[in-house]
């Protein structure tokens, strides 16, 4: 990696730690529009911040401590949109049963990006 990761991570902890988490998507319950999607782990956002769909920073919480663990950059061929998903405090597990998620359809794809 490059000498500006170290950068990356820490402003991206000084965002989450100056921001309000809002889970709207708790772990178990299933997507609004795709039942068939069950959340593996809390989903939501982060209150006041902004991302390509003009909404909240979107979030992936695990049950580990609450620092970032990982981003996820994700594609999406039906929005057409490209966006970047924070995970906090997620273990192993987590991580690869919320990549197998965000990989479910042949129109979304996601890259995890470890810290």
């Known amino acids: 990696m490059s000498n500006f990761d170290g950068k990356f991570w820490n402003t991206l902890d000084r965002l989450v730690q100056a921001s309000e988490i809002v889970i709207d998507r708790p772990k178990g319950s299933a997507h609004p529009k795709y039942p068939s999607l069950v959340y593996p782990a809390d ?3 982060l209150k006041n911040t902004a991302s390509m769909d003009g909404e909240g920073i979107d979030l992936w919480r695990g049950e580990g401590e ?4 990982a981003v996820l950059c994700t594609v999406d061929l039906l929005k057409r949109d490209c966006e970047i998903k924070i995970l906090l405090g997620c273990t192993e597990e987590e991580l690869a049963a ?3 998620t965000q990989n479910r359809t042949p129109n979304m ?3 995890l990006i470890r810290r």
């Open 109 to 111: 794809a996601a890259l």
């Open 43 to 45: 989903y939501g956002y």
């Open 66 to 69: 609450p620092a970032v663990t």
């Open 98 to 100: 919320i990549l197998k």
